[in-house]
């Protein structure tokens, strides 16, 4: 851009380091809870570690000093993992966070730069342009159809004409709806009126999801039956034996083996992770509910320009209508196709954004020998309005010459200039061939017009026809790959373009998208009542000539389906569809802010391929976490029946487990369910599934019932073996070390077979997940070390085994768990059948 065109030259370096060390960076300064606070309070509101420390309590009581030692391990294990786990997310959002901040655009050293939005000082010269939201407090200096949304401010909604003469102060936060304009800064952070009435931008808070919900409830649930079943028996154990303190101890080991506190740590690992491996993925997710809606979608609307196409606009041809000639833009030979192109850039903007306006100021600069925008300047303008759009701008010089440049949809001009039946003919056949080449076309006007008491409306104006401008707009090169990938996925895709059908379609043909012969313009679908549209949007897969409200009424259709949309946007007039979608894709490049500000996911390189790798994680962590959550309720059934029926029944030993032996085991438990499970790898046919129904819970019983079968089966094997060693005369020490050999190897096996609901253990032994042959091998370790090493065997009232006890135990815990590869195998050959079938 020129100096005439900046109005200044800005601040230079110095100027700024001034600026910046006397007045600060440009955020509003809010307090923040530290984070260790944060997780200690939360810490204390889990109902195990409250249970650790009430047995802990009792053990110093009772004297037992050693287990009350260790439960104070315990306490210090589990708190340092929920640290742990906390920090990871944590640190996961933070990344997020600050890969959203917003970039604002300042003149400085007489060029046009662009830096984070906290980086502008008191007077610097921002540019802000429609999409954008204002960085910080300015007066305008110069404006071009300047229009600002103030709701933020005020909580109206209108948008609010502007310019450096009259309403010429611009406010921080506030949406810029429309046109461009330079400003002055003149408060920043605390200072701006925004951070003077105490809002911040980045306090953001997410709202609890359904499955968060649902999983937070189960809990609670399962925290209840903890404290029915810990006064049961209690009251049964102090009536059977008037020990209060052991009594107290035994309901405790019961309510600590039924609470399955690993659920909601693992949700909310999986989604900040999931969210954190998004983002070095060059997907940024703004909120983390996003990563539990990805597996779900089943419908994709996506914008052809930028989206399917590069937009990169290039002026390829030209019409010039007063000598009926078609002819190459880049190779202009008549004064006649010059003044057709110098009245399109005309009626652009005098500084450019839109990737056609930009073409047309280039292809103008290439085709006259002067240079004449210097010398006029813009006294009046219509924004790009009415269906189908068009926009006027009127220009001046000092000697009173004035120029009168229209542009807009080929329609929309033709409508408003005087033409022959013939001409609007032949119009009609070069726009379609045009079109047909998958050009985007405009068509450009001229006008008269003396004296300053302009028309209300640019429709008023008498127009002469100058002829037709084409851009191409190739497709991305990898499109064709991208729409087949959602379709093998079972995603419909729809197109939702401003253009017209027959460009529309040409483009979709050339990338092989599907249902190119369905169409739907703008204008038609506002005619329709509800349930008419409601049908028609099902069978539709190319929208043409959108608008903002033909868009929204389009999502609102799919949803009232029960689709799970997600739609890419880019302008500010995407705003309320992407809000209005279940997933709102903005680009992250040439997307506006305003439009990224309405999404819940942005594509940093603008490239749709990223939702395809979206989609594809957010399937691969809701099975990874419904892995883990099947893991989790098939291991705690036996515990909780190995614990509960002995003391129940009084079989000869009725305490075969105390708290350290429930802890132990979650301390074991709860890494397998977090570590491995969310690092694992994507199954090879999990894109070539249909999306699963968003309504599908976690705790339905049809979807856990073959979970709640492997825990009963565990189960048995424990009881079992129980059975023997008391048949074989063992002592409680030994049939107590033999169920937990027994329940260790179950859950090392389980780890294994749990890691696909679908393919065998031999296939997943080949997915690459690192951590699976460490956390068992350190799991082996341990429980070794514990049976041969005295004082640990001691303390956990252990005792050592013979091999063949050990061989007893391993190979029953195998057994209780490898059956289920049987049920695999079936439902792999049940599955083979049916895609014969069809």
């Known amino acids: 851009m020129t100096s005439y065109q900046f109005?200044?030259?800005?601040?230079?370096?110095?100027?700024?380091?001034?600026?910046?060390?006397?007045?600060?960076l440009n955020k509003t300064d809010t307090i923040k809870e530290n984070g260790l606070i944060i997780a200690t309070k939360n810490l204390f509101k889990e109902p195990m570690f409250l249970l650790l420390l009430a047995a802990s309590t009792i053990y110093f009581i009772s004297g037992k000093v050693g287990d009350g030692v260790f439960m104070l391990i315990a306490i210090v294990l589990v708190a340092a993992i929920s640290f742990y786990q906390e920090?990871?997310?944590?640190?996961?959002?933070?990344?997020?966070?600050?890969?959203?901040?917003?970039?604002?655009?300042?003149?400085?050293?007489?060029?046009?730069?662009?830096?984070?939005?906290?980086?502008?000082?008191?007077?610097d010269y921002i540019i802000v342009e429609e999409g954008r939201s204002i960085p910080a407090d300015g007066i305008i200096i110069h404006a071009n159809d300047f229009s600002v949304n103030e709701a933020i401010i005020t909580g109206e909604s209108m948008p609010i004409s502007k310019n450096q003469e009259e309403l010429n102060q611009v406010y921080q936060g506030t949406a810029v709806m429309g046109g461009l304009a330079i400003c002055k800064v003149d408060a920043i952070g605390n200072q701006t009126r925004l951070g003077k009435i105490g809002l911040s931008l980045e306090q953001i808070e997410e709202e609890d999801t359904p499955l968060q919900i649902q999983i937070d409830n189960f809990v609670k649930k399962m925290a209840l039956i903890g404290v029915i079943i810990f006064f049961i028996v209690w009251v049964i154990n102090f009536f059977n034996s008037g020990n209060f303190l052991d009594s107290l101890l035994k309901s405790l080991t019961l309510a600590m083996s039924v609470l399955p506190e690993e659920i909601p740590v693992a949700f909310t690992t999986f989604m900040a992770l999931g969210a954190w491996r998004l983002m070095k993925l060059g997907i940024i997710v703004k909120q983390t509910k996003t990563v539990e809606t990805l597996g779900s979608a089943t419908v994709i609307c996506v914008d052809k320009t930028g989206t399917?196409?590069?937009?990169?606009?290039?002026?390829?041809?030209?019409?010039?209508?007063?000598?009926?000639?078609?002819?190459?833009?880049?190779?202009?030979?008549?004064?006649?196709?010059?003044?057709?192109?110098?009245?399109?850039?005309?009626?652009?903007?005098?500084?450019?954004?839109?990737?056609?306006?930009?073409?047309?100021?280039?292809?103008?600069?290439?085709?006259?020998?002067?240079?004449?925008?210097?010398?006029?300047?813009?006294?009046?303008?219509?924004?790009?309005?009415?269906?189908?759009?068009?926009?006027?701008?009127?220009?001046?010089?000092?000697?009173?010459?004035?120029?009168?440049?229209?542009?807009?949809?080929?329609e929309a001009i033709i409508n408003v200039s005087d033409l022959s039946e013939i001409e609007k003919e032949e119009l009609e056949r070069i726009i379609n061939q045009f079109a047909s080449e998958g050009y985007r076309v405009l068509g450009v006007g001229m006008a008269e017009f003396e004296g300053r008491d302009f028309h209300l409306k640019?429709?008023?104006?008498?127009?002469?026809?100058?002829?037709?401008?084409?851009?191409?707009?190739?497709?991305?090169?990898?499109?064709?790959?991208?729409?087949?990938?959602?379709?093998?996925?079972?995603?419909?895709?729809?197109?939702?373009?401003?253009?017209?059908?027959?460009?529309?379609?040409?483009?979709?043909?050339?990338?092989?998208?599907?249902?190119?012969?369905?169409?739907?313009?703008?204008?038609?679908?506002?005619?329709?009542?509800?349930?008419?549209?409601?049908?028609?949007?099902?069978?539709?897969?190319?929208?043409?000539?959108?608008?903002?409200?033909?868009?929204?009424?389009?999502?609102?259709?799919?949803?009232?389906?029960?689709?799970?949309?997600a739609m890419t946007g880019d302008g500010v007039n995407d705003g309320p569809a992407l809000k209005a979608s279940h997933i709102g894709i903005s680009m992250g490049k040439k997307g506006s802010e305003i439009a990224?500000?309405?999404?819940?996911?942005?594509?940093?390189?603008?490239?749709?391929?990223?939702?395809?790798?979206?989609?594809?994680?957010?399937?691969?962590?809701?099975?990874?976490?419904?892995?883990?959550?099947?893991?989790?309720i098939s291991i705690h059934i036996p515990i909780i029946l190995v614990v509960f029926i002995p003391l129940a029944l009084g079989w000869i030993y009725p305490s075969i487990f105390s708290p350290i032996h429930i802890i132990f085991l979650e301390l074991i438990m709860g890494p397998t369910c977090s570590i491995i499970y969310e690092n694992e790898p994507l199954e090879k046919n999990v894109m070539e599934q249909k999306p699963r129904p968003f309504t599908t819970t976690f705790f339905k019983f049809n979807e856990l019932f073959a979970s709640i079968i492997q825990g009963l089966i565990i189960t048995i094997g424990a009881l079992a073996v129980y059975q023997f060693a008391v048949l074989t005369g063992s002592s409680e020490a030994s049939t107590r070390t033999m169920i937990f050999v027994l329940l260790i190897s179950?859950?090392?096996?389980?780890?294994?077979?749990?890691?696909?609901?679908?393919?065998?253990?031999?296939?997943?032994?080949?997915?690459?997940?690192?951590?699976?042959?460490?956390?068992?091998?350190?799991?082996?370790?341990?429980?070794?070390?514990?049976?041969?090493?005295?004082?640990?065997?001691?303390?956990?009232?252990?005792?050592?085994?013979?091999?063949?006890?050990?061989?007893?135990?391993?190979?029953i815990g195998f057994l209780s768990v490898i059956w289920f590869e049987i049920v695999k195998w079936q439902n792999r050959k049940r599955n083979k059948l049916q895609n014969s079938a069809s």
Do not use: C
Not at 7 to 24: C, E, I, M, P, S
Not at 367 to 384: G, T
């Open 458 to 565: 640019q429709h008023h104006y008498s127009f002469r026809f100058m002829g037709l401008v084409a851009f191409s707009d190739p497709p991305k090169k990898n499109i064709n790959l991208v729409l087949n990938a959602f379709y093998k996925a079972g995603i419909r895709v729809k197109m939702i373009t401003g253009d017209n059908a027959a460009t529309a379609i040409t483009i979709g043909k050339q990338v092989g998208f599907r249902g190119v012969e369905n169409t739907l313009s703008g204008e038609a679908l506002m005619l329709m009542n509800k349930s008419e549209l409601e049908e028609r949007v099902l069978t539709t897969d190319i929208f043409t000539r959108m608008f903002p409200e033909a868009k929204l009424r389009i999502i609102n259709a799919l949803k009232a389906h029960g689709e799970i949309v």
């Open 596 to 632: 990224r500000q309405a999404s819940s996911l942005i594509l940093s390189e603008d490239d749709l391929s990223g939702m395809v790798e979206a989609i594809a994680m957010g399937r691969k962590i809701y099975t990874n976490l419904k892995k883990a959550i099947q893991y989790i």
């Open 308 to 410: 399917i196409t590069e937009n990169k606009m290039t002026l390829v041809k030209l019409y010039e209508h007063s000598n009926k000639k078609v002819s190459s833009a880049f190779d202009v030979s008549s004064a006649a196709e010059r003044e057709l192109i110098r009245l399109a850039m005309w009626s652009s903007e005098p500084i450019p954004f839109d990737p056609m306006e930009v073409a047309l100021h280039e292809a103008y600069l290439k085709n006259v020998s002067f240079d004449e925008r210097a010398l006029f300047k813009l006294i009046f303008e219509y924004p790009l309005e009415g269906r189908p759009p068009m926009m006027t701008h009127i220009f001046e010089d000092d000697l009173g010459h004035r120029i009168i440049a229209a542009k807009g949809a080929p």
């Open 746 to 811: 179950a859950n090392v096996f389980l780890t294994l077979v749990n890691r696909s609901f679908y393919y065998s253990i031999i296939t997943t032994a080949s997915y690459k997940n690192n951590l699976v042959p460490i956390i068992i091998i350190v799991t082996t370790l341990i429980t070794v070390v514990l049976l041969i090493i005295n004082p640990l065997t001691t303390f956990f009232e252990f005792q050592r085994l013979s091999w063949f006890e050990v061989l007893i135990s391993t190979g």
């Open 87 to 123: 920090s990871r997310s944590r640190n996961a959002l933070d990344a997020l966070r600050k890969l959203t901040q917003p970039y604002s655009k300042v003149i400085r050293n007489g060029k046009e730069v662009e830096i984070p939005s906290e980086e502008i000082v008191l007077g």
């Open 7 to 24: 109005h200044t030259d800005g601040l230079n370096d110095q100027q700024v380091l001034d600026a910046r060390a006397r007045y600060g």
